[in-house]
């Protein structure tokens, strides 16, 4: 009798500890990007986040597409050391990353900017063409400042 109740209750801890992994257990998207909402005026917005090259290889981001803009570009932004002035470049494509490489989309640093929206009801999807022939699509999440 004894010995029944312990395998019983190892069964029941197995159970809790799969459940608890399956549901509590959430893996990192190598991709996370969000926004603040613009206003309904706004032909811009900027997306930051993370990119990261999950694939195990050097590859490249080939371009990126959205459903509410038509043109994402990345950009960067730096200080001149002199005159202390906050100045945006444009990152030509392909953006290279080694296998590994996160990029870091930020506010004063990497991030992407959306141009000429597009009147969509949709939520803001991005769908980014790496040059190994994925293609991954992800929803930008709007975050409150």
């Known amino acids: 009798m004894l010995r029944k109740i312990?395998?019983?209750?190892?069964?029941?801890?197995?159970?809790?500890q799969v459940n608890l992994f399956v549901f509590c257990h959430k893996p990192s998207d190598p991709?996370?990007?969000?926004?603040t909402r613009p206003p309904e005026v706004a032909k811009t917005a900027a997306v930051?986040?993370?990119?990261?090259n999950s694939y195990g290889t050097d590859l490249t981001i080939l371009?990126?597409?959205?459903n509410g803009y038509q043109s994402v570009e990345f950009h960067e932004t730096s200080v001149d050391e002199t005159s202390q002035?906050?100045?945006?470049?444009?990152?030509?494509?392909?953006?290279?990353?080694k296998a590994g490489e996160t990029i870091l989309l930020e506010r004063?640093?990497?991030h992407l900017m959306l141009y000429d929206k597009v009147n969509s009801s949709e939520n803001l999807k991005l769908e980014i063409h790496f040059s190994n022939g994925e293609k991954r699509t992800v929803v930008v999440e709007e975050k409150s400042l």
């Open 63 to 66: 371009s990126i597409f959205s």
């Open 6 to 16: 312990n395998i019983t209750n190892s069964g029941i801890l197995l159970l809790i």
């Open 48 to 52: 930051y986040g993370q990119i990261t």
């Open 108 to 110: 004063s640093g990497k």
């Open 31 to 35: 991709i996370q990007l969000w926004m």
């Open 85 to 97: 002035i906050a100045r945006m470049h444009k990152l030509e494509y392909p953006i290279a990353m």
